[in-house]
């Protein structure tokens, strides 16, 4: 039990002891006080009587009647009258007994001559004063007695015990509800007084369990300047210290724990970015892989395409000067352009191949990729096919560098790619929108950060398995029958993106369809619009320099067509001399920029050491990047892809010209 | 719904009674306003018949007849009234209210505050005028003389005086308990005011020819031997009466009296106690008996110093011989009832009734063995004779005749004189006689006792002898200290021992009451209840009314 109920149950009984005492301690002296009164005033009621009775005893003297029954009797009923005249009380009244135990005078004149001698307490009557107790039908009385000689009567004045003890029993009920609301009272003081003596304890101990339980900041609000008090600001100053401790140590815990962290998140980076590396090692190297087996496959193809494009460029050279000889003649006209419809072939084909060694790109621009969804889809035969083509491109579209030429390949080649995938029938969806490639993204697409367009074309076609989609962009994969397809178009347009810096995304789902997420990077520059297409003619020396005879041949044609005087060169070192030679009356060098020997380089800075002022026109097969970019860097004046035309060669050779002059 | 039944009648009566007055009162009015125009109808007279041819006197503190006194009690007033109807309890009358004493020097002083406005009727040579202390102080103390009163010895150590115009002291020497002292101002005897101014300017003779007082009716005229007229005192302070006057035919003769009644030429009649007589006017449709208090008291007293009766044995068997109920039978039950003690119980303070007498043992019940043996044993085995006198009056001989008869079973033998009332009161007072049969009223216990049981009273050798016919003289101190006690239980007490003692002595043996008994027309209403009146007539007041309107010759 606890302090608070302890008290309680000590003190109650205690109280209820008290009270209990106190009123039948009162209730008892009540009592005997009044049974004092009532004997005083029943003593004095019994003179009273005396005294009449003894008047009229007097009075039979006086008159000489005493011998007179008759009149003695008179005397004794005037008495009786005056006897009950004498007020005892409500109910107490006064009678007279004769000396043999018959009631002489009463009250109730029913009781008169009844015979009480049988009674104890008139056995008890002593002709003396006396007190005494008797009974009546309704109960016992109180009595005073006396004995009246010469009647030889006793005499009583009575009162019954209820009225005698009427105060005091009236008092009863009174102290019954004193003494419980006493109790209740003096309950309900003390428990407010033991609880706010227990309360102090109470909160001692209920804070001390809190301290106990851990809840350091507790405090114990005790202001008083008892015991409680001290105690109190003895246990707060107690738990302020075993705080501060508590604190010094929760900071050492958290320190070190901060600092087991911050050692754990490191470590746990670190795994995270060796795996990453190691992952990345493994694409990397896989990649790398990837790319010797591409960039060898790349070189073969690029070799391939460079012959076959000086091929197409003899080709392409001498049927131009034919058709520009032939002037209206068509007899061979036909035969003209089925020649061009070959080597355009064979152009597209080498372009595949150079597009695929990224070595295709010859020239870029800057182009609307809207526009550039619009061409693609154009370009597709869809009459014969039930293949629906919608488009949702971005209206505010970035502007995008490109070789258009190649990237519409890449377009066409992707649309022509998901036609043949829904021989049903399908939808083909194309759409455009602004990207931007974070570092992350850019790190995994392995392209550089910053603005995109996707352009995104996607099939309802049979979709593709996982394992077929890493192989799809792999030189001569193809799903298509054998005489419908080279195996060069995606790994071409992967290798003409990637060229353009961007990056081809591809997710299929078998049965479902298979979009492709092309990724050009967004030129920031204006850029001059094209020229017109009209031949551009003039005049001036021109040193043509190529290892193989047939340019030599086609292009000095081709020059002279447009009204320049043409020199050639076998190589570098005999245009290096030539131009030496005759490099005042040389307006411009078209270098060919790979040849063996002295390379297309190597003269180039021979030439501009000869005359640093001197024009230079390099042509190459390859793409501009890589050695081309280098030496238009250091100053070469423009740069023309092979296989020209001679409408690009006029406008190539008329610009570094007219800005020289 | 009974009781509300009974209430509502009652309710009604009163309320048609009272109608019936306002009608009254306004034909009254009517007659008294039309009775200067037109015609004037005759008075409302009471007619009142009485037994006697004349009357005694008018001075009303001489009255001794019952004449007498109906006629004081309509011409005069006291300080206080018996109640009308209802004696004896008292009321004011001239005085303002009941006066109380006070205890000056060892002395009872009375203050007396009269009622303003009250008239004297006008006199033959004086107005009217308004009653003042003079005229009470008077009239004390001419009752307290001798020479001027009948009732001299009830005002003995008072004195009276006036204070101012309306106020009286009377001083009592011996303090008088308020039982004994109130009902001598009462209008009975010596209480009467009388008019100093009357009187002192016409000397004694005025009050025998006219008397002047200030009740509810005056004196008109008296022929003797015929009737005696009062008229309505229309300056009665109580208001004027109803009626407009009251006429007493003198008429000894009963049946004089009734032929008067049954004719309609008297409407109220004194009647008689014969049996006959009153079973044949009860069968009258027209009239009505009252009997009513007080009653005279029949005694039998024994002379205690006459041989044989010196002996209380022979007193004893004479009570023992004799029996109430053969006195009880002699009349009509309606006019009787037994009486145990000297003092009657009926109307008066201080008697014993018949349980008291019995619880006592003084009842002496009629017992002829134990009365013979007593007799035996005085020495009269054989009985003895008696000379008695009787008066002539019916009611007289027939008890004496009783008695006799009753006496004769234990060898007494009676032997009655009758002779004329009158006679007799002077035998019984002048001759002693060993046994005496009297009937008598007193006004109160006192009177009873002193008069008959005290040694004054002895006949002949008493102080102030009067009808003490005993000569019986143990209760002397009783009667004295009682009539001196204040405390009006202990004063009965002692009226009380005093009986006991006469009785346990056998002085004198109380046989029965006699009530009164009046018989009217169904036309007269007293106006008040009649249980008992000490003016020993039904009393005519000022609300006494005849309601029949008579208007033809029989006025």
């Not at chain 1, 009244?93 to 008139?122: C, K, L, R, Y």
């Not at chain 1, 909160?203 to 851990?214: S, W």
């Not at chain 1, 492709?516 to 031949?535: C, G, Q, T, W």
């Amino acid at each position: 039990l606890n302090t608070y109920p302890k008290i309680l149950l000590t003190i109650l009984p205690l109280v209820f002891l008290l009270i209990a005492t106190t009123v039948g301690t009162t209730y008892y002296f009540s009592r005997k006080a009044l049974t004092g009164l009532a004997e005083t005033w029943l003593d004095t009621r019994l003179s009273e009587a005396l005294k009449v009775v003894e008047e009229q005893n007097d009075m039979l003297y006086r008159y000489g009647l005493e011998k007179i029954q008759a009149s003695i009797r008179k005397a004794q009923i005037d008495a009786g009258i005056a006897l009950s005249e004498i007020e005892v009380g409500e109910r107490g009244f006064i009678f007279a007994i004769s000396e043999d135990g018959h009631i002489a005078i009463h009250p109730d004149t029913e009781n008169v001559g009844m015979d009480v001698s049988q009674t104890s307490w008139f056995k008890s009557l002593k002709p003396l004063r006396n007190r005494l107790i008797h009974s009546t039908p309704t109960g016992d009385n109180l009595a005073m007695a006396d004995f009246f000689q010469p009647w030889q009567w006793y005499i009583v004045a009575s009162d019954p015990k209820p009225e005698v003890y009427g105060v005091a029993n009236r008092m009863i009920p009174w102290m019954a509800v004193l003494g419980g609301g006493g109790f209740f009272v003096m309950a309900v003081v003390l428990m407010f007084l033991a609880r706010r003596f227990t309360e102090p304890l109470r909160l001692l101990a209920e804070k001390a369990q809190r301290i106990g339980d851990g809840h350091l900041e507790t405090r114990i609000p005790i202001t008083s300047r008892d015991e409680f008090g001290t105690l109190a600001r003895m246990f707060n100053r107690m738990v302020r210290q075993l705080q501060k401790s508590r604190q010094r140590l929760e900071e050492r815990v958290a320190e070190r724990t901060a600092e087991l962290f911050n050692a754990n998140t490191r470590l746990m980076k670190e795994i995270e970015e060796r795996k990453q590396i190691s992952k990345e090692n493994e694409k990397l190297q896989n990649q790398i892989l990837q790319a010797r087996k591409m960039k060898a496959v790349a070189t073969l193809a690029g070799g391939i395409a460079h012959d076959f494009n000086n091929l197409l460029m003899g080709i392409q050279g001498n049927v131009d000067v034919m058709a520009l000889d032939m002037g209206g003649n068509e007899n061979h006209k036909k035969q003209i352009e089925t020649i061009y419809g070959c080597v355009k072939s064979g152009s597209r084909l080498t372009q595949q191949l150079l597009g695929f060694a990224r070595l295709g790109k010859y020239e870029t621009e800057v182009s609307d990729p809207n526009r550039l969804i619009e061409d693609s889809v154009g370009l597709v035969d869809l009459e014969k096919t039930a293949v629906m083509v919608t488009t949702d491109v971005q209206k505010d579209i970035w502007q995008v560098k490109i070789d258009r030429e190649q990237i519409l390949q890449v377009l066409e080649g992707i649309v022509d790619n998901a036609v043949q995938a829904m021989p049903e029938g399908g939808k083909i969806h194309l759409e455009s929108a602004n990207v931007q490639m974070d570092d992350r993204l850019a790190a995994l697409r392995g392209v550089s950060t910053g603005k995109y367009v996707r352009v995104s074309i996607s099939d309802t076609g049979t979709g593709m398995e996982d394992g077929m989609i890493e192989q799809i962009f792999d030189p001569f994969f193809t799903t298509k029958q054998m005489q419908r397809g080279t195996g060069l178009g995606l790994a071409s347009a992967y290798g003409i993106v990637r060229n353009h810096g961007g990056h081809i995304d591809v997710k299929s789902t078998v049965n479902q369809g298979t979009t492709f997420d092309i990724y050009l990077r967004v030129h920031e520059e204006e850029e001059k619009v094209p020229s017109s297409k009209a031949y551009c003619k003039g005049d001036g020396v021109i040193l043509l320099v190529d290892d193989d005879p047939m340019i030599l041949e086609v292009g000095q044609a081709m020059l002279r067509k447009l009204g320049y005087s043409v020199f050639t060169a076998k190589g570098g070192k005999e245009a290096i001399s030539h131009y030496r030679d005759n490099h005042k009356r040389i307006s411009l060098v078209i270098l060919d920029m790979i040849m063996p020997g002295v390379g297309g380089g190597e003269a180039f800075d021979s030439i501009k050491t000869i005359n640093p002022h001197a024009l230079v026109l390099l042509a190459s097969g390859y793409s501009y990047e890589g050695e081309a970019a280098e030496i238009m860097n250091r100053g070469c004046s423009g740069f023309i892809q092979k296989p020209y035309s001679l409408q690009l060669l006029s406008e190539k050779v008329n610009a570094i010209m007219k800005n020289d002059g | 719904m009974m009781v509300m039944t009974k209430a509502f009648r009652k309710n009604f009566r009163i309320v048609g009674f009272q109608f019936f007055l306002l009608v009254q009162f306004i034909c009254f009015a009517a007659n008294a306003f039309s009775s200067n125009t037109a015609h004037q109808p005759p008075p409302t007279i009471l007619r009142f018949g009485v037994h006697v041819s004349e009357i005694g006197s008018f001075d009303p503190h001489l009255a001794a007849g019952s004449q007498d006194r109906i006629v004081a009690d309509m011409i005069f007033n006291g300080l206080l009234r018996y109640e009308p109807g209802n004696a004896p309890n008292i009321e004011p009358d001239l005085a303002e209210r009941i006066p109380e004493f006070e205890l000056i020097g060892g002395k009872q002083v009375w203050t007396i505050k009269l009622r303003k406005g009250v008239m004297f009727h006008a006199g033959p040579e004086i107005p009217a005028y308004e009653l003042t202390s003079a005229d009470v102080v008077f009239s004390f103390r001419k009752s307290a003389k001798k020479q001027s009163s009948a009732y001299a010895g009830t005002y003995d150590g008072m004195r009276f005086v006036a204070m101012d115009r309306y106020t009286v002291h009377i001083i009592v020497d011996k303090p008088t308990s308020p039982t004994l002292f109130l009902p001598k101002l009462t209008n009975y005897a010596g209480g009467f005011i009388v008019s100093k101014r009357a009187l002192e300017a016409g000397g004694k003779k005025v009050y025998q020819a006219h008397p002047i007082g200030t009740g509810p009716f005056y004196f008109e005229r008296y022929a003797p031997g015929k009737k005696l007229s009062l008229r309505a005192h229309s300056l009665y302070f109580r208001g004027k009466p109803l009626l407009d006057g009251v006429e007493l035919h003198f008429l000894p003769d009963i049946k004089h009296r009734d032929t008067g009644l049954l004719s309609g030429k008297l409407d109220v009649i004194i009647g008689s106690g014969n049996k006959k007589w009153i079973e044949k006017i009860t069968k009258q449709p027209d009239v009505q008996i009252d009997t009513h208090g007080v009653g005279e008291v029949m005694t039998i007293y024994m002379n205690t110093r006459m041989k044989p009766f010196d002996d209380i044995r022979v007193r004893r068997a004479v009570a023992l011989a004799l029996h109430r109920k053969g006195f009880l039978e002699t009349l009509a039950k309606q006019f009787v009832a037994p009486v145990y003690s000297p003092v009657p119980t009926d109307f008066l303070p201080g008697g014993l009734n018949q349980g008291q007498i019995e619880s006592l043992g003084l009842m002496y019940s009629q017992n002829i063995a134990e009365a013979r043996r007593l007799l035996t044993e005085a020495g009269y085995p054989d009985g003895f004779a008696l000379q008695l006198v009787s008066s002539e009056k019916r009611l007289y001989r027939s008890c004496y005749e009783e008695m006799s008869r009753q006496l004769a079973k234990i060898g007494i033998d009676c032997h009655t004189q009758v002779v004329s009332h009158s006679t007799m009161h002077a035998r019984i007072r002048n001759d002693p006689l060993p046994l005496i049969l009297y009937v008598a009223w007193r006004p109160n216990a006192d009177r009873f006792l002193s008069r008959f049981f005290h040694s004054d009273a002895i006949i002949l050798s008493g102080e102030k002898p009067d009808t003490n016919f005993s000569h019986y003289s143990q209760v002397d101190r009783l009667i004295e200290e009682a009539r001196l006690e204040i405390d009006p239980k202990k004063q009965i007490q002692l009226w009380e021992q005093a009986q006991i003692r006469i009785l346990n002595d056998m002085v004198a043996l109380p046989i029965m009451s006699v009530k009164q008994c009046y018989v009217r027309s169904n036309e007269v209403h007293y106006g008040h209840p009649l249980i008992s009146t000490m003016a020993l007539y039904p009393q005519f007041t000022e609300k006494t009314i005849v309601v029949e309107d008579r208007t033809d010759s029989n006025r």
